[in-house]
């Protein structure tokens, strides 16, 4: 069945990196998504990774697929105090369109 | 700048009330999503609508239903409120081409039912 687990929450210090992680279990998967919630708003696409690439950098986010253990992360160098949200993983799956499955959303709270 | 818009931020309805929440996209989409989202259980997808007129159940379709009238707007309809539908309502959109990646989310609408 499709299901997507990621830890409910995670702290940091000002400056330093967060890692947060993600594992899916439909291999089947063409996309895989990291959404971010702001308090108050709705989601918002951070970025995403095709299930054949290992790796993909946007300026601070790292986003790495281990595709044999099913294992998604995202990391933020030089984490700030706007980037303390709710962060969503999820994975697309093609079904006649493009459906996502959620995983339920890590808390990130960035401390100074 | 792509916009999905829900007609109210916060709601409070009686239990048995039929509650409608909207939403508009001003993007052309052909796709349109209803999820509620839940602490510790993330979004889960309530309905799809691929069409006007068209949709299709989602993971908990149990006690809504919904309407597509115009291809802009996206209607989540709740026959008769319960509590146990208090809860964050998000609609998206997103492109029908295959190759589309992105859903756009509206702001939410945080519903309790009393």
């Known amino acids: 069945g499709e299901d997507v687990e990621q830890s409910l929450f995670l702290s940091v210090r000002e400056g330093d990196s967060s890692v947060i992680n993600c594992t899916y279990t439909?291999?089947?998967?063409?996309?895989l998504y990291w959404y971010k919630q702001e308090p108050g708003a709705g989601l918002q696409l951070l970025t995403y990774i095709f299930s054949n690439m290992d790796m993909k950098q946007d300026q601070r986010l790292t986003v790495l697929l281990n595709k044999k253990d099913k294992h998604l992360s995202l990391r933020i160098a030089d984490t700030q105090t706007g980037d303390s949200a709710i962060y969503f993983c999820?994975?697309?799956?093609?079904?006649?369109?493009?459906?996502?499955?959620f995983g339920a959303g890590t808390r990130l709270a960035v401390h100074p | 700048d792509v916009k999905v818009t829900q007609s109210s931020r916060y709601l409070v309805k009686r239990t048995g009330e039929k509650v409608f929440l909207e939403c508009v996209q001003d993007m052309d989409h052909e796709n349109m999503f209803w999820y509620r989202q839940d602490p510790g259980l993330g979004l889960r997808l309530i309905y799809f609508s691929y069409d006007v007129k068209m949709k299709e159940k989602g993971d908990i379709p149990e006690g809504y239903s919904v309407s597509r009238e115009k291809k802009e707007r996206f209607s989540l309809i709740l026959e008769s409120a319960s509590t146990n539908q208090t809860s964050m309502y998000l609609c998206?959109?997103?492109?029908?081409?295959?190759?589309?990646?992105?859903?756009?989310f509206g702001p939410g609408t945080r519903l309790t039912v009393t």
């Open positions: 439909d291999s089947s998967s063409t996309y």
């Open positions: 998206a959109s997103s492109n029908r081409d295959r190759g589309s990646k992105e859903q756009y």
């Open positions: 999820a994975e697309g799956i093609y079904s006649g369109y493009n459906k996502l499955i």
